[in-house]
């Protein structure tokens, strides 16, 4: 099964403060030097696609992983690898 992005076509404030807030993380992590696999996974997004490409897909993780969490109803666990 293939995932798609994320659509304009749901509710719009929603949208918006998905892709602010991935803008907020991608630019936090390329002004930082620290390293982790979600680090690195945003760092090749944005050397691979560019910024924009980077931020929708980094707004795209969240908002599956924030789904995922409601409907199994736990805690985020953070990948502690490196």
């Known amino acids: 099964?293939?995932?798609?992005g994320i659509s304009?076509?749901?509710?719009?404030h929603l949208h918006?403060?998905?892709?602010h807030g991935a803008r907020s993380v991608v630019q936090a992590v390329m002004s930082?030097?620290?390293s982790d696999a979600r680090r690195r996974w945003i760092k090749r997004l944005v050397r691979e696609?560019?910024?924009?490409?980077?931020m929708v897909a980094v707004a795209n993780k969240?908002?599956?992983?924030s789904w995922a969490q409601?409907?199994?109803q736990e805690a985020y666990r953070f990948a502690t690898g490196t």
Do not use: P, S
């Open 32 to 34: 930082k030097n620290k």
């Open 62 to 65: 969240n908002a599956r992983t």
């Open 16 to 19: 918006t403060l998905l892709v």
């Open 70 to 72: 409601l409907t199994r």
């Open 8 to 12: 304009k076509r749901g509710n719009r």
């Open 1 to 4: 099964m293939r995932l798609l």
């Open 49 to 54: 696609r560019g910024h924009n490409r980077a």
